[in-house]
């Protein structure tokens, strides 16, 4: 069984900046993929950013050049670092992670971006 736990969400300015955090608990290898989704208000829940194997890395085209995603493999963790926030950022933001058994969900951190 895997889990996973968001934490970093917050209240910022636009212009500003966060980092999410997500720590995995369970079967998660370094080559298993892991991401970030998110779901505003309203809205169907969307790909943010997502690392495979070989480091091979996806961003939406709304987050290119502003967000950055980055693992930890000894420490099973994984980072979005999110610069120049705009209020359309404001989401919840979920962890997620894929093996060979499953896809699982952290439980979500509120992003909160005030113009």
């Known amino acids: 069984q895997v889990q996973l736990v968001e934490s970093g969400g917050g209240l910022v300015q636009a212009g500003g900046s966060l980092r999410l955090s997500c720590a995995a608990s369970g079967i998660i290898f370094s080559s298993n993929t892991r991401g970030w989704y998110r779901q505003a208000p309203g809205k169907q829940r969307e790909l943010v950013a997502t690392?495979?194997?070989?480091?091979?890395?996806y961003y939406a085209d709304s987050v290119k050049g502003r967000f950055t995603i980055s693992r930890d493999n000894a420490k099973n963790m994984v980072y979005l670092q999110m610069n120049n926030l705009k209020p359309e950022d404001t989401a919840v933001y979920y962890c997620?992670?894929?093996?060979?058994?499953?896809?699982?969900w952290g439980q979500g951190t509120q992003v909160t971006v005030s113009s």
């Open positions: 690392t495979a194997s070989a480091g091979r890395m």
């Open positions: 997620y992670a894929a093996n060979t058994v499953g896809n699982y």
